[in-house]
């Protein structure tokens, strides 16, 4: 599997990561809500503001940090 690109102020985004475990079609436990790994994320802006996070909280209060940079530059009429 190739490493996954991380956004730059150039080619902007976001991304998350969270590789669900891998459990048997029979195996009750396969609802289970945790990951194999660690949950990451990053993303960047055009006007050159990015943010980085690692863990369940973190990735989720980043995304939501995201939203809201978004949300700002939306009100100002920037992309």
């Known amino acids: 599997m190739s490493a996954v690109k991380k956004p730059t102020p150039d080619d ?3 991304h998350v990561s ?3 475990i891998y459990r048997r079609h029979d195996d009750p436990a396969r609802w ?8 990451t ?6 006007c050159g503001q990015t943010g ?3 863990g369940r909280r ?3 209060d980043m995304v939501k940090q ?3 940079h978004k949300a700002s530059h939306a009100k100002d009429g920037r992309r």
Not at 32 to 39: C, E, G, H, V, W
Request: hydrophobic share 20%; proline share 14%; aromatic share 6%.
């Open 18 to 20: 969270a590789p669900p």
């Open 32 to 39: 289970s809500t945790q990951t194999d790994t660690t949950p």
């Open 66 to 68: 995201y939203e809201d």
């Open 52 to 54: 980085e996070a690692t």
């Open 12 to 14: 902007p985004g976001l």
């Open 58 to 60: 973190q990735v989720a």
């Open 41 to 46: 994320g990053s993303y960047a802006c055009r």
